[in-house]
């Protein structure tokens, strides 16, 4: 049973995918700005991660989507947007072209796109590493948030990271977002699609986006927040609620 968490009772119905260094609680920040008589939010937790933490394999971004379209029959829902952030944003890809007529919409928030990523051989050995070393998550938030936030908030993820993620699911998981391919599996996305980029992302930069999201999708909507790097629910949870409600009213 995947664990999730459930804001609101309205019509407007979303799954939301976290990130590689989270967990469903990622998205609490917009909980505030998003109307329970309008929404109805529900926050995966990832086998390994959360309060799925106890829930065996395999940890990767196809179980993800699958795991996802289970939770929706569970909740009754025919239809629905889903909503994924970093790898969430790969793994709300591949559920939108698993079940084209089932997903709505599909918003992505400084998203990692459906093929491999093209890192060099250093950057993939340090984000491998982080699994047994919380000082390198802690790196990774910084840098990928442009290294312009106070240290013990970086810090202080990494330590929550650690927490709320079995280390095995966490290792298996940067394999999969970073090296699977799952872009033969899109060819029926053509939902109606918003793309969030953060300014201060140094990782999956708006170059990143307009060369993968953006050519691939030309359907796709691309927003960029001044005000944040690769994790707006945390650094500007309103102004991504903001975007958000743009798209989901639409």
């Known amino acids: 049973m995947i664990a999730h968490k459930l804001h609101g009772h309205g019509p407007v119905r979303i799954i939301a995918l976290h990130g590689w260094l989270g967990d469903a609680g990622d998205f609490d920040p917009l909980l505030p700005a998003l109307d329970p008589a309008l929404y109805s939010l529900a926050a995966m937790d990832y086998r390994g991660y959360g309060g799925s933490k106890d829930e065996e394999g395999p940890y990767t971004i ?32 591949l559920l939108a072209g698993l079940a084209p007529r089932r997903v709505r919409r599909l918003a992505g928030i400084t998203p990692v ?23 390198l998550r802690a790196a990774i938030i910084d840098e990928t948030t442009g290294r312009r936030l106070p240290g013990v908030w970086s810090a202080a993820m990494a330590q929550r990271s650690v927490r709320s993620s079995r280390r095995d ?10 090296g699977d391919d799952v872009q033969e599996l899109l060819g029926a996305v053509d939902h109606p699609m918003l793309v ?17 999201w953006m050519a691939r999708f030309p359907q796709a909507e691309l927003s960029l927040m001044p ?13 991504l609620a903001a975007r958000l409600e743009g798209f989901l009213k639409n």
């Open 62 to 93: 196809s179980q993800i989507a699958l795991d996802a379209l289970a939770l929706a029959d569970r909740l009754g829902w025919d239809g629905f947007d889903v909503l994924g952030h970093s790898m969430g944003g790969k793994a709300a890809l």
């Open 113 to 135: 796109f459906a093929g491999p990523v093209p890192f060099d051989c250093e950057t993939a050995d340090l984000f491998a590493r982080a699994a047994d070393e919380v000082t």
């Open 169 to 178: 699911a966490f290792a298996a998981y940067f394999r999969s977002w970073s």
């Open 196 to 212: 969030i980029g953060g300014r201060h992302d140094r990782s999956i930069t708006e170059e990143v986006l307009r060369a993968t």
């Open 227 to 239: 005000d944040s790097g690769h994790y707006p629910m945390a650094e500007a949870p309103l102004s």
